[in-house]
């Protein structure tokens, strides 16, 4: 075989070929050590402060200062055009939407108002702007709000803060939910800022400092995407101490005699579940991978050498190659359609359980006013409290069932069985008491009407509302 210095002595061309090939390979090498080089540098400057972040910091902004990539996504929970077949970021009326929720909240704040929440970003605005706040609420209503919670509960003590009413706690809240709701300002890593969730997990014997980063990214969302109820002086609790399921905590609520209304039609002692997003996500396919919620709302992005959280939190839907797809091999399109098929088919059962729900309500009213006695009812309206706890259950969570679609249709088929059976218990009082059946029910075909039926003076509520806004709120917002 021969030496290469015999071909080149033979063949002089060879030489400038192994020359410029050299070249070649040097230049490469130059280029991938330079992008190592600068992606290194640019993770360094990534993580370098810009100015201390003191502790307790309630402004967005200023964390924003320090991490304008995350910032800058955050700031798009401002949009709200994103609408998927079921919701999105749209503002939504829900009682404009399904009439019958008039009914089945009949007594309390909800009939009046019930919205789509918007993004993170109007986390504050929307509560000066709902009509259920012109109730006397207390405030630990703020809790899951602002930024500015954490850092009076820091200032004033938790207890404190629970006891103190919506109103006085006003003037303090000013920031949207954000940065400090969710990591430590020295260290950025996660962290939880609300007790509540520490106290559920202590209850049952878990230390949720143990817990992994990959955890973390589900247990800050659930400081507040949860079921709670509010304890003696207004203690925010989560019912989790029997378990995460809607028979779990309805049995706990059950078991304490919790009753957050008593309905204005049916008389029933009645349960009001929050957004227990993480306890129906608990009950699903993606907990059981040890999928995040993060991994889905709020998915990596690069940008260079940076690679970071997506901080604009919305559905799936609205970035599917980033999310679902990062590990499902189906087209977008399929996916989609797998989402919304499942979630039609909750949406389904959904509107069974409220139209059985209301119909149920008022015909417990016209047993009462047949002269039926608290001994008869009791079982019909304790049979109410559970169907319309369990439809609230799925109800009340964000996603129409998505997060855990085999879960949320069958508790939705509980509910309906158990509206079925007061509706059956009621017929027997019916005939005792000489009453036609079936009732005629009144016309719940639009919010209004429905509002009407339960008695409501919506132009006195607006009114009171627009009175707040014009007289009380511009005092607090001038605290800012």
């Not at 108002?113 to 609420?137: F, I, K, M, W």
């Not at 995460?244 to 309805?250: I, R």
């Not at 690679?307 to 604009?312: L, N, Q």
Request: charged share 25%.
């Amino acid at each position: 075989m021969k030496s290469i210095s015999e071909l080149t002595e033979k063949k002089p061309w060879l030489n400038w070929v192994l020359f410029f090939v050299t070249v070649v390979v040097v230049f490469i090498i130059g280029l991938f050590a330079a992008s190592i080089v600068e992606r290194r540098s640019e993770a360094q400057l990534y993580f370098q402060m810009v100015s201390p972040i003191p502790d307790w910091e309630p402004r967005n902004e200023v964390w924003g200062e320090n991490f304008p990539r995350q910032y800058q996504s955050y700031l798009r929970t401002l949009e709200t055009d994103f609408e998927s077949k079921y919701y999105g970021s749209v503002m939504i009326d829900y009682l404009e939407k399904y009439p019958e929720l008039v009914v089945m909240w009949a007594g309390y704040a909800f009939s009046r108002d019930y919205n789509q929440g918007r993004g993170h970003y109007y986390s504050v605005e929307d509560v000066h702007n709902t009509l259920r706040t012109d109730v006397p609420q207390p405030a630990t209503c703020w809790t899951c709000k602002s930024t500015d919670v954490p850092r009076m509960m820091n200032e004033i003590g938790v207890s404190e803060f629970y006891a103190q009413t919506w109103a006085e706690m006003g003037p303090n809240i000013q920031n949207p939910i954000g940065c400090q709701d969710c990591h430590d300002p020295q260290t950025m890593n996660l962290r939880i800022t609300r007790p509540a969730l520490v106290e559920a997990f202590a209850r049952q014997g878990i230390d949720i400092h143990n817990a992994t980063r990959q955890e973390m990214r589900s247990l800050v969302c659930a400081q507040c995407h949860v079921e709670y109820y509010f304890g003696p002086e207004n203690y925010l609790t989560f019912p989790w101490d029997e378990g995460f399921s809607a028979e779990d905590m309805e049995y706990y609520k059950d078991n304490i005699q919790h009753v957050d209304w008593v309905h204005a039609l049916s008389r029933a002692p009645m349960l009001k579940a929050q957004h227990p997003d993480y306890e129906l996500y608990k009950t699903g396919i993606h907990a059981q991978r040890g999928v995040s919620c993060a991994d889905c709302h709020m998915p990596y992005m690069r940008e260079g050498g940076i690679k970071f959280t997506d901080h604009h939190l919305v559905s799936p839907l609205a970035k599917v190659d980033k999310s679902c797809m990062v590990c499902h091999r189906q087209s977008e399109e399929t996916l989609i359609a797998n989402v919304y098929d499942h979630q039609s088919r909750v949406s389904e059962l959904r509107r069974i359980a409220e139209k059985n729900l209301a119909r149920a309500h008022i015909e417990a009213r016209y047993a009462w006013d047949a002269g039926a006695n608290e001994q008869e009812m009791a079982p019909v309206l304790q049979l109410i409290r559970h169907a319309q706890w369990r439809w609230d259950w799925v109800a009340a969570a964000n996603g129409m069932g998505i997060h855990s679609p085999a879960e949320a249709l069958r508790v939705l088929g509980t509910s309906i069985q158990k509206a079925q059976e007061a509706s059956l218990k009621l017929t027997s009082i019916f005939r005792k008491y000489d009453v036609d059946y079936p009732i005629e029910m009144p016309d719940l075909s639009t919010k209004e009407k429905a509002q009407e039926f339960i008695g409501l003076d919506m132009d006195q509520l607006r009114r009171q509302k627009d009175d707040f806004k014009e007289n009380v709120l511009p005092q607090w917002l001038s605290q800012n």
